[in-house]
């Protein structure tokens, strides 16, 4: 269990590798929630546009 | 729900649902085994990577296999939804590949001293990956999307069949040629401190899934059923609801 | 009736390796573009002999997925253009004769040369002799394997670039490039090099009907 603030982010002198895996991770599922939302939010305004 | 209009309403109802329970199931594992999970007295904290890399990893597999049996079904049944199942969960599992690729060679510095080692499960999911690029690729490539769509039925279907033998050959290649100086001891025994945490973890790996996957389908049931009247009633439902 | 589907399979295959003979370059191509494969790397890296020894059976191997990928797009697209397959579809007799029957054409007229080709890599690659049969063999076997996945590919991407079906195909044909590369190498070091045979062997009792069939499927999505 790891007890104070400081032994989080540094984690053994090996933080960095931990925390970059984290951001890698949050990005790309980041990624794939943002691209689906965008996609059906532009057909619904291509199809308000053509007046359907 | 078999129907592209009626699993398009269903899950404009459920996906906060869905939303709200993968999120919290999986920050529950996150928080669990990176902040509470004790220390690894070999490698320190930096294993803790394991409970990104190791769910991602199974992910990426068992996506394959979800796409294998909806291509089964579409090829056999010709089912319209199974078919947009395996195109919006192939970009799903190629990104959980990838970030098992990636988070393995992040794990790989500190533990190994190099950035990628041709090892066994690595160079599995290298090819793994692979394989998702090429059902991309080639649903992208062909205009005809109901074709298209059994086409990955196809490559996915050989694509779980060949898994097996691709990883059966490649774990036999390594030991081949493995290097002594390595002993690569990957997750088997460990203690229940750390794996329960990892199962909480892969249970809100597989719950986040099931959450892209329907954000997926939607859009595209969306695009491809743009020009039906149901789809405008939709945008206007949902101007109203937001006004 | 049995005569009926022999008859069929070998009118198939006479009329292919036809098509294929009257134009020299469907089966001097495989064989040059192997030659030139196999030249880059020593030139690209080190005309050392024990270096070129020791790379032999991964370069001979790579050219030969390479080459046998090559003359694969030509398998079926210009009988889709002008219209010949889908008149082997519309008659009654098995599709799956027709597509093996093809396979087999294209390994004839690929195969033959590759292995030819691999010969003499051996020799300016300065493999030893006595692996020499054990590579040929294992060639036999994957090509053959790599001539069936390079038809899927082709059917799957009918019509479209070969680069395509060579990223589909490329994948699936890891094993065999495992397998191959695992004969040649226990032949070099004097090991039982027989239970890798097995294996590609095996590969190909269930790749002949299951990627035929497939291949039948994929066709079959062009006439939708």
Request: hydrophobic share 55%.
């Amino acid at each position: 269990m790891i007890n104070n603030l400081s032994a989080i982010i540094y984690m053994d002198g090996n933080g960095l590798y931990v925390w970059a895996c984290l951001l890698v991770l949050i990005l790309i599922l980041g990624i794939n929630i943002y691209l689906p939302s965008r996609r059906l939010k532009k057909i619904y305004k291509e199809n308000k546009t053509n007046g359907l | 729900m078999g129907s592209p209009p009626l699993f398009f309403q269903w899950s404009s109802k459920a996906l906060p649902w869905l939303a709200i329970i993968s999120i919290i199931v999986f920050s529950i594992g996150m928080v669990w085994g990176i902040f509470y999970s004790p220390t690894d007295y070999k490698q320190g904290d930096v294993y803790r990577i394991i409970y990104i890399h190791v769910p991602s990893a199974i992910l990426g597999q068992s996506i394959l296999m979800f796409m294998a049996i909806c291509g089964f079904i579409t090829v056999v049944w010709r089912v319209k939804i199974s078919g947009m199942l395996i195109k919006s969960a192939a970009s799903i599992g190629a990104s959980f590949t990838l970030i098992a690729l990636i988070t393995g060679s992040i794990w790989g510095k500190p533990t190994w001293g190099t950035w990628w080692v041709w090892d066994a499960r690595l160079t599995s999911t290298l090819i793994l990956f692979f394989i998702y690029t090429a059902i991309i690729g080639l649903h992208s490539s062909l205009d005809d999307k109901t074709k298209a769509d059994r086409a990955i039925s196809i490559l996915s279907l050989v694509g779980i069949a060949i898994i097996p033998i691709i990883k059966k050959s490649v774990d036999w290649w390594y030991t081949l040629h493995q290097p002594s100086t390595f002993t690569l001891s990957s997750a088997p025994s460990m203690a229940p401190d750390m794996y329960q945490p990892l199962l909480v973890c892969v249970l809100g790996f597989y719950l986040i899934f099931a959450f892209l996957l329907t954000m997926n389908l939607r859009a595209e049931i969306v695009f491809r059923e743009k020009n039906k009247t149901w789809v405008s009633k939709q945008y206007l439902n949902r101007q109203k609801n937001d006004k | 009736m049995k005569s009926d589907i022999y008859n069929w399979f070998f009118l198939i295959l006479k009329r292919d390796l036809l098509i294929a003979f009257r134009r020299s370059s469907t089966y001097i191509t495989p064989l040059i573009f192997f030659l030139i494969v196999v030249s880059f790397f020593p030139l690209a890296l080190s005309p050392d002999q024990d270096f070129l020894r020791s790379l032999a059976p991964g370069v001979i191997w790579i050219a030969a997925l390479l080459s046998s990928l090559l003359a694969v797009e030509t398998i079926f697209s210009e009988d889709f253009k002008d219209g010949t397959l889908d008149e082997f579809f519309v008659t009654n007799e098995p599709s799956f004769v027709l597509v093996f029957a093809k396979v087999l054409c294209h390994w004839l007229i690929t195969g033959l040369p590759i292995l030819l080709a691999s010969a003499i890599s051996s020799i300016i690659l300065y493999l030893p002799a006595s692996s020499f049969l054990p590579m040929i063999c294992s060639l036999i076997l994957g090509t053959f394997f790599m001539s069936l996945l390079g038809a899927m590919g082709a059917a799957l991407s009918l019509g479209r670039s070969a680069i395509l079906s060579s990223i589909i195909v490329l994948p699936f044909s890891i094993p065999t490039l495992l397998m191959g590369t695992a004969v040649v190498s226990s032949a070099i070091n004097n090991q039982d090099y027989s239970g890798f045979l097995l294996i590609m062997g095996a590969m190909l009792a269930i790749g002949i009907p299951g990627l035929c069939l497939l291949t039948v499927e994929a066709i079959l999505l062009n006439y939708e």
